[in-house]
């Protein structure tokens, strides 16, 4: 084989790995969550105003004459929005309000976003947009991305771990459990990634049949990771999980 032949070889050998790792620079993630109104499909922790009753049809209120309202809100238990191992720092998001053509009088829906399933960030409106030859749906849109700034004492607090040699440094379920062990009320002030979503929905009703909404979320992370040093755990895979009130301080 001729030299010329081999940095040939080894060109493209190195073509195809810097390709490989493009390929894995980005993770791009969607998953919609679905909540139905009905009896024992409802997820723990979703709420509504007293207003408002589960019945086999989904939530309900009385009907009410054309001259009056009742004001109502439905919250959503909180959803994960990303993997256990690397949470994003922006995300898009749809809601789809499936009711009555009539049911509301005027309905706003927000969202807000947590990182230990504890603390929130304040609300944030969802932009109203036009149902696809769905009467009977309202959507709405809207999307989140965190400045980098927001993360400078998150990532102060990662560089300080990795000096613990964890057994993989890309785990930020690890990193997140061991802030909390070092600082409890960390991320009570400190909203460096998306963890968890949450959506709740207010207006005025004259009569409510609400069946279900539907949360979808859309993200992307980077897909380089450092080399494990041991064993990891064996829930990397899962969604995120992390809950500050889980962890003995």
């Not at 940095?7 to 969607?30: C, E, H, N, P």
């Not at 040699?165 to 460096?192: G, R």
Request: aromatic letters at 12%; proline letters at 5%; charged letters at 20%.
């Amino acid at each position: 084989m001729t030299k010329q032949y081999k940095i040939k070889i080894l060109v493209l050998l190195a073509g195809s790995l810097f390709l490989t790792i493009i390929a894995q620079a980005q993770m791009i993630s969607s998953d919609t969550t679905l909540i139905q109104f009905a009896p024992l499909k409802v997820p723990e922790d979703v709420t509504w105003s007293r207003s408002i009753s589960l019945t086999e049809s989904g939530l309900s209120s009385e009907k009410l004459p054309s001259n009056s309202s009742a004001e109502v809100w439905v919250q959503s238990q909180p959803i994960s929005a990303g993997m256990s191992w690397r949470p994003p720092t922006s995300a898009r998001l749809r809601l789809n309000v499936e009711a009555g053509t009539q049911d509301f009088t005027y309905l706003n829906a927000y969202f807000r976003y947590g990182c230990d399933r504890v603390h929130w960030s304040t609300w944030y409106n969802l932009q109203p947009v036009k149902p696809e030859n769905e009467i009977s749906k309202r959507i709405y849109e809207g999307s989140l991305s965190i400045p980098r700034t927001a993360n400078e004492p998150y990532y102060s607090k990662m560089h300080e771990w990795w000096k613990t040699k964890p057994a993989w440094s890309s785990d930020e379920h690890e990193l997140s459990v061991w802030i909390v062990s070092q600082d409890p009320d960390f991320f009570s002030h400190e909203f460096p990634f998306i963890g968890y979503l949450q959506v709740r929905i207010e207006g005025e009703t004259r009569g409510l049949q609400l069946k279900s909404l539907s949360v979808e979320v859309g993200s992307a992370v980077s897909g380089l990771t450092g080399a494990s040093k041991g064993r990891v755990r064996t829930t990397t895979g899962e969604k995120w999980f992390f809950t500050a009130s889980k962890i003995r301080k």
